[in-house]
């Protein structure tokens, strides 16, 4: 089981230069492979369109224009090839572009349960001139202790998570406040004057707000892979759940119909007229719905093994 830690670097003020020596002249050959691979790959694309149209006797296709991916700091890998790090000393050699170079380091309190693990790749980050690394460490498998306690885990729009022992995760309010930060930003960029930057810089700083933007942002499928990464720590296990027509049926009698949903938050069975919150609703179901699989393969609520039902945001 791999696991990342972030450890802080301390540099002297020359290695500092060396080491952003280094990070830039990785970016410059990331960026020109980037170039060559892109330029090859559309002068490819737009011949054989071009010999297609012609053999078609239509007119020849035009291209809109489209950027080439660039880097402005791009990280650079190391591997055991390229790196060192002594747990004792608190030490570590990386290359660079003026060759090996050792430097102390600290490991902040919360991933301290990793130091001694053996190391895998590292990447190194420069953020506001202090520096650190990321190390991927392996750990053994969790050991996962036997439990009827089964959560289940509706992830919707308006609010991230909503769990089915009624925890409701994440602000609905968030969206609004979000997109005006983000209109925010937007104009001040285009805008490029002095005091526009001052005022981004400013918003930049608000770590709160960048938090909950890079929760919004995130797509489903990612937070699932962060729950499954956070709970393996802590010996949970997680197991996607389908979630079709879960917040179409009624979590108390079953009945499942599309207008059972009457808005984006308001649920009302058509047949029992059992109301509930509706993503509450879906998590219910989705917690059923898991302890039904249970059950088919033969495996009862009490005493079966740890999990938590988990489904992406449905279309219906």
Known sequence: MDRTMRIQLHPTPEQAIVLQETLLQFTDAFNAVCRYGWQKKHEA????????????????????????????????RYNA??????????????????GKMRMPFTVPHWSRQYMGCKIATADPI????????????????????????????????????????????????????????????????????????????????????????????????QLYDFVVYKAEASGIDVVRVDSRHTRQMCSKCGYQHRSNRRSQSFFKCRS???????????????????????????????????????SSHSSE
């Open 272 to 310: 029992c007229g059992y109301s509930h919150n509706a993503d509450l609703n879906g998590a219910y179901n989705i917690r059923d719905k898991h302890l039904a699989c249970l059950a088919n393969v033969g495996i009862p609520f009490v005493g079966a093994s740890p999990s938590t039902g988990v």
């Open 81 to 98: 090839h390229t790196y060192s790090l002594n747990w004792g000393a608190q030490s570590i050699r990386v290359s660079t572009t003026q």
């Open 45 to 76: 694309t737009y011949a054989k369109k071009v010999a297609k149209a012609k053999k078609r006797g239509k007119p020849l296709p035009v291209f809109k224009p489209v950027k080439c991916p660039q880097s402005r700091l791009c990280a650079v």
């Open 126 to 221: 420069s953020r506001h001139g202090k520096w650190g690394l990321h190390v991927v460490v392996d750990l053994p498998p969790p050991v996962v202790e036997r439990n009827d306690t089964v959560v289940g885990i509706d992830l919707g729009l308006n609010r991230p998570a909503v769990t089915s022992n009624r925890q409701f995760l994440g602000s609905s309010h968030w969206k609004e406040v979000d997109r005006r930060y983000f209109r925010l930003r937007r104009k001040l960029q285009s805008n490029g004057s002095k005091s526009a930057k001052r005022h981004l810089k400013k918003l930049s700083k608000s770590k709160k707000h960048d938090t909950k933007r890079r929760l919004h942002a995130w797509s489903f499928a």
